[in-house]
């Protein structure tokens, strides 16, 4: 079994910083890719970034190209999400997820997720 645990999540206030983190636990973990999604109050569940657990390739929703950087540690089985240029909209739970599919912007795809962590950005 694999566990997610997310941290670094907070109050901030518009074009401020954030770094999210999610440690993962379990058996031998070697996912196809990490990703992160958002739930914002009253809407779905929405793709965030991924990145590939082996390899370089990352992916990101158009509305945070520029401002949130995904990265991994491979060794301590941990992901980041650096978030800069902090927007009132980015506000949401953030959840880590972990997929054994290439389709890695679906949530569907992912196999394990966290419990989420919540980041309110302030106008």
């Known amino acids: 079994q694999v566990q997610l645990v997310e941290s670094g999540g907070g109050l901030v206030q518009a074009g401020g910083s954030l770094r999210l983190s999610c440690a993962a636990s379990?058996?031998?973990?070697?996912?196809?890719?990490m990703g992160w999604f958002r739930r914002a109050p009253g809407k779905e569940r929405a793709f965030v970034a991924a990145?590939?657990?082996?390899?370089?390739?990352?992916y990101y929703a158009d509305s945070v190209k520029g401002r949130f950087a995904i990265s991994r540690d491979n060794a301590k089985n941990t992901v980041y999400l650096q978030m800069n240029s902090l927007k009132p909209e980015d506000t949401a739970v953030y959840y880590c997820?972990?997929?054994?599919?290439?389709?890695?912007?679906?949530?569907?795809?992912?196999?394990?997720w966290g419990q989420g962590t919540q980041v309110t950005v302030s106008s």
């Open positions: 997820a972990a997929s054994n599919s290439f389709d890695v912007t679906n949530p569907t795809a992912y196999n394990y």
């Open positions: 990145i590939r657990w082996r390899g370089t390739s990352t």
């Open positions: 379990g058996r031998t973990f070697s996912p196809y890719a």
